[in-house]
């Protein structure tokens, strides 16, 4: 789940796609995704970029969601931004900056001219779990946990 700036709520589901839940009226709109190129395996991690568009992550698919007039769904393709056979774990602002936890270590992802931009981040080893601290970004990786500041 993730809160918009403005209360609304964004519900990532295993295998219905998105919900919105509309705090002003107490409505909840239903978004199914499915994409028949790679299959659909449940949601694991959403973050809301502004109040009418998120990201999210399911084990092999980075896909951003923009919810206005047509509401529509972008797969960002891996295998030509990623490394081959990238497996997504984690999602999380950190600091202003969206940071991706994949098998191959973390990623920074921001939006240009309308294009996907991955750059990879700090650390290279499996990344589960992104969180931000006072410190910087805390991130855990199987049985050890890494703080870097970035």
Known sequence: ?????????????SDRGLCFYNYQTGHINQFPYTNKEYGYNGLIDLTVLTNDSLIFITSDQLVLFVKNDKPHYVVISNSNVFPEDVAFFSLNK?????????????FDFSISNGQAI???GIIEQQVYRIIESEMG?????GFFYCISIC
Do not use: Q
């Open 118 to 120: 991955i750059t990879p």
């Open 94 to 106: 950190v600091r202003g900056k969206l940071k991706i936890g994949t098998s191959d270590g973390d």
């Open 137 to 141: 970004l805390l991130a855990a990786s």
């Open 1 to 13: 789940m993730a809160e918009t700036p403005d209360g609304n709520i964004w519900i990532g589901t």
